[in-house]
């Protein structure tokens, strides 16, 4: 199932669309709806992120807007990426509360994590193909 998850993922993260070949620490399977929330671990519940994606995430399944809105985080298996984000250089930005909530708990734009994808938009490396 891990490889099927990958394969479809295209071996990036779903989240932050970082290219596995280009991580140090690789990717993990992702429980978009974690199991303490009921999901399963079956394909559709389940995503490639990388390390900083899943461990920011957590078991989290939403989180409160600036304006205090609840709102659910980023699902890839319901949800395209181009319609909650945008990139700007290296910058990951919102579009929609959706991607508001999920750019800001996952750290998205985390200095270390920015200065990772600058590298690699320099050599054309982000955002993979
Ligand atoms: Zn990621």
Redesign the pocket.
């Known amino acids: 199932m891990r490889r099927q998850v990958a394969e479809r993922a295209g071996y990036c ?6 290219a596995e070949a280009d991580m140090f620490l690789g990717c993990h399977i992702d429980h978009v709806i974690s199991e303490k929330h009921g999901g399963l671990t079956q394909p559709d519940n389940l995503a490639y ?2 390390v ?3 461990l920011h995430k957590g078991s989290d399944i939403a989180s409160l807007t600036g304006a205090g809105e609840l709102v659910a985080l980023y699902n890839p298996r319901r949800q395209r990426w181009q319609e909650h984000f945008r990139l700007q250089g290296a910058l990951i930005l919102p579009t929609t509360t959706v991607g508001e909530v999920t750019v800001r708990l ?1 750290q ?1 734009n985390h200095p270390d994590r920015l200065l990772e994808r600058e590298a690699l938009l320099v050599v054309n490396r982000y955002p993979p193909a």
Do not use: Q
């Not at 993260?13 to 970082?18: I, N, T, V």
């Open positions: 993260c779903e989240y932050c669309r970082l992120a990388c900083f994606c899943n996952l998205f």
